[in-house]
């Protein structure tokens, strides 16, 4: 009887490593954080945080010599993850509210610059509750006020001033309107004030 139990949780906890496994990749697959996809799948999306989950559940629940096995493909996932997450890539920062309507936010990120200064990107998120998705199309972008560029070249906020309109303002009180689509999530012309600014880190 006891062997019995100890079968079906192995059983169980080998289903359980299944579906965290699949669960990354479909969430992975979708977006992720500066990716786009759906938001609340975000926290889903690294697939080597699931691996190492799957790898204890596995671990815990098979015999020693597979046990192992899992085990150190835990290590190495976390090891792994730890390791992309030091790495000095192009992976923006987490995103920041900057305007709200009924139906739509626009988001803005500060996106880190190589052998460059960083730039802040707006993007375009639905509001939608669990369903809430994010474009992966930036609608502007600004360099950052640290890159020496004068005021003209640096976000200062954003509205909306319709259904599939914003106003987008630099620091200077310079206004450019942007018309949007609601549903792919772009702009019919983004505003780009990050090529061509000046820029003490690209001199």
Request: proline residues 6%; glycine residues 10%.
């Amino acid at each position: 009887m006891a062997d019995e139990g100890r079968r079906r949780l192995a059983i169980g906890l080998v289903a359980a490593a299944v579906t965290v496994a699949a669960a990354t990749v479909v969430a992975g697959v979708d977006g992720g954080p500066g990716r786009g996809g759906h938001v609340h799948l975000w926290p889903l999306s690294h697939p080597f945080l699931g691996v190492a989950v799957a790898g204890v559940l596995v671990a815990v629940a098979t015999r020693r010599a597979v046990r192992v096995v899992a085990a150190l493909i835990a290590v190495a996932a976390l090891g792994a993850g730890v390791l992309v997450r030091l790495l000095p890539v192009d992976r923006p920062t987490s995103p920041a509210v900057a305007a709200t309507s009924a139906d739509l936010s626009v988001v803005s990120y500060r996106s880190p610059g190589l052998f460059r200064s960083d730039a802040v990107v707006l993007r375009l998120r639905t509001r939608e509750g669990l369903a809430s998705r994010e474009g992966t199309a930036d609608i502007a972008c600004f360099i950052v006020p640290s890159s020496g560029a004068g005021p003209e070249w640096v976000f200062g906020r954003v509205e909306f001033t319709g259904r599939d309109e914003v106003a987008v303002h630099a620091r200077d009180g310079t206004m450019w309107r942007i018309r949007v689509d609601p549903r792919k999530l772009t702009a019919a012309e983004p505003v780009d004030r990050c090529s061509g600014a000046p820029d003490i880190m690209g001199d």
